[in-house]
């Protein structure tokens, strides 16, 4: 069975400090992993994909096969980083497993 | 390009009765999928679509929901009859496949439509 796991479900930050949303999954293949972030009334849109090992809006994210995690981290939280994000993976045929989320807000 | 569009935007029905959405995902995306996101937990695979071809709908009640993309264009997702529990919010997302190496694409999303069953 594929499973992804987000331990927190809220986490504060305040403007500045560094963030880390925690991602581990369980999958016997090969996964592709996804960050997915969801702004306040807007879509759920990719973040940022471990195969292209980039760094979005300041968001960088390691594939850790060893311990099954892909966290997500930024050194320097902004305002506008204020949203929540899902972590998900991808097996064999394309399909999608999301976790449960994490809201993150940045404190002023 | 235009983005994933999802009709209706919200509904609201009586138990027992039946709903049906509609999904018109982005022009020459292969793959289509549906979702069903419960408040305060992430979406959950519901089906998924290679052109008009079912790949995985392992987690879609089949008592109750059914699917279909006859062209392998739009899709409609139906529920017939509703229970309260399936008050949810119904993502769909499309993607496109690159058959180099396998790897697969990101999904885009439509708005959702959030279904309220009394």
């Not at chain 1, 969801?38 to 940022?48: I, T």
């Not at chain 2, 138990?15 to 959950?44: D, E, M």
Request: proline share 5%; aromatic share 12%.
């Amino acid at each position: 069975a594929q499973r992804v796991t987000q331990p927190e479900k809220l986490l504060s930050v305040f403007k500045g400090a560094p963030v880390e949303l925690k991602c581990n999954y369980s999958y016997s293949g090969s996964p592709e992993l996804f960050w997915y972030v969801q702004y306040s009334r807007q879509r759920l849109q990719l973040l940022l994909r471990h195969i292209s090992r980039e760094s979005i809006k300041g968001f960088t994210a390691d594939l850790n096969k060893g311990e099954t995690s892909f966290h997500l981290k930024k050194p320097f939280a902004q305002e506008e980083d204020s949203a929540m994000y899902y972590c998900a993976l991808s097996v064999t045929g394309n399909q999608f497993y999301f976790g449960t989320g994490t809201s993150l807000t940045v404190i002023p | 390009e235009a983005g994933v569009a999802q009709s209706p935007r919200y509904k609201i029905i009586e138990k027992r009765q039946s709903v049906a959405f509609w999904c018109n995902p982005i022009s020459g995306h292969a793959t289509l999928y549906w979702y069903q996101q419960i408040l305060g937990q992430g979406p959950k695979l519901l089906i998924q679509f290679q052109n008009n071809g079912v790949v995985d709908d392992s987690q879609l009640p089949k008592d109750r929901f059914s699917a279909e993309r006859l062209k392998g264009v739009d899709s409609t997702l139906k529920i017939q009859p509703a229970k309260l529990e399936d008050s949810a919010v119904y993502l769909c997302a499309s993607s496109s496949i690159n058959r180099d190496r396998g790897r697969r694409y990101e999904q885009y999303f439509g708005p959702g439509t959030r279904l309220t069953v009394t």
